[in-house]
């Protein structure tokens, strides 16, 4: 925001520098077509503002850009038809019509840019640019047309874009925060409390709380019905078959076990390795002066740190003879830690430091043999199932039932109501994939062959719907009796607050009844952890000395403001927020001036839209 009457000149240089950018981005991210053709088929303009037209091509690449926005913004393509429910298309025009009213303002006014300052914009467009790094006439050219912009037409429209940036900004500008609000908003931020928080459990109370009796879950049942009513459901048949439920049945001989641990032979049969870093050097003299100077005392990470390297620069980790090439026989030679060399890498004379050695290891067949047999077993299972999805598929086309499948392809049956996201579903639910199938099937669908994620295959068949219905007491009675004992317990927890509270004004120290949490200083956007959100406002609505029960589902406490802290006159982080302040308060009032001015031009000039010429236009956008 521009506070210096003085500085004009810097003003205008900005706000033309925006308008670029902002011409650059509709060129670039796709308001200049991509596929777009001319929408002049029944008529050029969809609106007027005053002096000023809005063409069907403008409106067309908006609506695109956004529609392409909105794609990024859900990471997937979003249709015309599904952007328009968000009202985009009624944006677009909306802020169309505020820039042709802007245009129709700045022409009114006589405010504009010369050529010389659209030429300088456009010839420092990065966009333009060609293999030498400067602008480019063919690439300039290249890059309009390939968005169906010709010269002229871009030049206008990034010409009328600068100048209604320098009429914005002539709106926007000047604008100082008044001192009573800001003080007001520092004031009311900056203020901190100092804060006694004891949170009770169950274990803070006299007594425990006592079980429930028959009666009494009864009663809970009886009057929360609701919470123990299972929605409604669709009766499931199916016919499935899961590989981890035929894998006894398969037939495995050794020889595929062992054709499995052959295939890991690499991982089972380890070779005698060493553990290993290797420092380069450009040449075998500067490597013979570094082995000296080892020789004599200096340390190997200190010749590794003179060439300007870490010892993660020069870990080889573990590796075995043949992974060292010429260098594998002198440091498999070494039997304890140590440093050899020069010797030959290939990437130059290098010396080794061998930091340990570590043994051959070898796990046989006869170890693994079972883990692999299960492994093979499964999958052999799941190529089984697999093997089968055609017939069972060519099945059901030549209208077998569920039962004919039970009978010919193996597959077990099943049946039972399915409700999304009930507890008491057959396990098979849990597969993603048939709860998708149950979900989309309705009764009188032919049966729906379902492949499942473990490998498996199942045929569903919807056999009719089944009302809500209440979960009878014996069935419900564990969340019954949690339900009880979960109100019980806050009741009681609540009584013990109110008691603790009394005691606590009355004089006793609130750690005298357990824990107490203790924050010194808390500002307004703090937390406290376990307590709800909006326990931070019911604390700063509180003054010193007052204490207040909280009580939320989960949570019970007693709180204490001990202090109220009035925000810090002075210093650094009292002048950032003022700073911060003001210029929230600034870019408000700026935002709200535009606002009110754009919605005066658009009251002032004529607008007239033609709607019919828009639906033409979106009815072309897929």
């Known amino acids: ?174 604008f100082v925060a008044p001192a009573a609000l800001s003080d007001t908003l520092y004031t009311w931020m900056g203020e901190r409390r100092a804060v006694s928080v004891l949170r009770l459990a169950e274990a803070d109370l006299p ?37 981890s439920e035929i894998e006894d049945k398969v037939a495995l001989d050794d020889a595929a076990v062992r054709a499995l641990y052959d295939q890991r032979r690499d991982q089972y049969i380890q070779p005698e390795k060493r553990l290993v870093e290797r420092l380069v050097f450009p040449d075998a003299a500067t490597a013979e002066a570094a082995k000296a100077k080892i020789d004599a005392g200096t340390p190997f990470d200190a010749i590794v740190a003179e060439r300007g390297l870490s010892l993660d620069d020069v870990d080889l980790g573990d590796v075995a003879q043949g992974e060292l090439g010429a260098a594998g026989d002198a440091i ?7 440093v050899v060399g020069p010797l030959m890498s290939d990437l130059g004379p290098a010396l080794f430091r ?9 796990t046989t067949f006869d170890q693994v043999k079972d883990e692999l047999a299960t492994e093979a077993r499964a999958d052999a299972a799941r190529k089984e199932v697999e093997g089968k999805v055609e017939a069972v598929d060519d099945a059901l086309a030549g209208g077998a039932t569920l039962d004919d499948l039970a009978k010919e392809q193996g597959m077990r ?56 219905a209440p979960v009878p007491f014996d069935t419900a009675r564990p969340k019954v009796e949690a339900a009880w004992k979960a109100d019980a317990l806050a009741k009681a927890l609540d009584a013990r607050a109110i008691e603790v509270k009394a005691a606590v004004e009355g004089g006793q120290p609130l750690r005298s009844f357990g824990i107490v949490d203790v924050t010194a200083q808390l500002p307004r956007e703090g937390n406290i952890e376990g307590a709800p959100a909006d326990l931070m406002a019911d604390i700063f609505r509180m003054a010193e000395g007052d204490v207040r029960v909280i009580s939320t589902p989960g949570y019970t406490a ?38 009110l001015w754009s919605l005066w031009l658009s009251q002032e000039q004529r607008v007239t839209i033609d709607q019919p010429a828009i639906e033409s236009i979106l009815t072309q956008i897929n």
Do not use: C
């Open 558 to 595: 007693v709180v204490r403001v001990d202090a109220a802290i009035p925000a810090v006159a002075d210093g650094p982080d009292a002048t950032a927020l003022r700073q911060a302040i003001d210029a929230q308060i600034e870019q408000g009032l700026s935002e709200d001036a535009l606002a």
């Open 1 to 174: 925001m521009a506070k210096d009457p003085e500085t004009p000149r810097k003003k205008k240089f900005k706000a033309g520098e925006v308008a670029v950018w902002g011409m650059m981005a509709m060129v670039i991210l796709g308001l200049g077509g991509f596929g777009i053709e001319n929408f002049g088929g029944g008529t050029s303009v969809v609106a007027r503002v005053g002096g000023r037209e809005i063409s069907a091509n403008d409106y067309a690449r908006q609506f695109q850009q956004q529609l392409n926005a909105l794609s990024q913004q859900f990471g997937q393509p979003v249709s015309a038809a599904q952007a328009r429910a968000f009202g985009i298309d009624r944006q677009v025009i909306a802020s169309l019509v505020d820039m042709a009213a802007q245009d129709a303002e700045a022409d009114r006014l006589g405010v504009s840019v010369g050529d010389a300052v659209v030429a300088s914009a456009i010839t420092g467009m990065s966009s333009f640019s060609g293999p030498t790094g400067k602008f480019d006439r063919d690439t300039y050219a290249f890059t309009l047309q390939r968005n169906n912009l010709t010269e002229a037409r871009f030049e206008t429209q990034l010409r009328d874009d600068m100048a209604r940036s320098l009429l914005t900004g002539a709106v926007r500008g000047g």
């Open 413 to 468: 049956p099943g049946q039972f109501d399915y409700a999304p996201g009930a507890e008491d579903n057959d396990p098979i639910a849990a597969s993603p994939a048939f709860r998708a199938a149950a979900d989309a099937a309705q009764e009188g669908d032919f049966p729906e062959a379902v492949t499942l994620e473990d490998g498996g295959l199942a045929v569903i068949e919807v056999k009719g719907a089944v009302p809500e």
């Open 207 to 243: 007594a425990p709380v006592p079980a429930p009796t028959e009666a009494d879950l009864r009663a809970w049942y009886d009057a929360h019905t609701a919470d123990f009513t299972r929605p409604a459901a669709k009766t499931i048949a199916y016919a499935a078959l899961i590989p």
């Open 332 to 338: 498999f030679a070494l039997a304890e830690p140590g």
């Open 354 to 362: 061998m930091n340990a050695i570590l043994a051959p290891q070898e």
